[in-house]
């Protein structure tokens, strides 16, 4: 079974800087393509990043291009999520997960590029519990 875990949540200031980290156990985190996640408060799941397995092609969603950097170790068997300058709005919880399905899916441009490149969450079938990340001052 493919376990992953969250870690770096947690209270920040408008602004500020936080680094999730991912860590992976019963599999080799560059076979398979990783994506991190997040759940505003009475929102849906929404995907954020992405980054290929074999390619380690990176990709980001609009509204944390130029803010967010996802990034892999593969000695450590390890993806972060490297989040600066950030707003309020980026408050939830954060996931990543693991990418097992790739459907084939047409996805239209709507103003975005993400899902055609990054699939949608039900591609991802190994998720971790989430860590929390609030921005507040």
């Known amino acids: 079974q493919l376990h992953l875990v969250e870690s770096g949540g947690g209270l920040v200031q408008p602004g500020g800087s936080l680094r999730l980290s991912c860590t992976a156990s019963?599999?080799?985190?560059?076979?398979?393509?990783i994506g991190w996640f997040r759940q505003a408060p009475g929102k849906g799941r929404e995907g954020i990043s992405c980054?290929?397995?074999?390619?380690?092609?990176?990709y980001y969603e609009n509204s944390v291009k130029g803010r967010f950097t996802i990034s892999r170790d593969n000695a450590k068997n390890m993806v972060y999520l490297q989040m600066n300058s950030l707003k309020p709005e980026d408050t939830g919880v954060y996931y990543c997960?693991?990418?097992?399905?790739?459907?084939?899916?047409?996805?239209?441009?709507?103003?975005?590029?993400?899902?055609?490149?990054?699939?949608?969450?039900?591609?991802?079938?190994?998720w971790g519990p989430g860590t929390q990340v609030t921005v507040s001052s």
């Open positions: 980054i290929g397995g074999s390619d380690g092609i990176k």
């Open positions: 997960a693991v990418r097992t399905v790739y459907s084939g899916k047409y996805y239209p441009y709507s103003g975005s590029y993400y899902p055609a490149i990054c699939g949608e969450s039900s591609e991802y079938t190994d």
């Open positions: 019963g599999f080799t985190l560059n076979s398979y393509g």
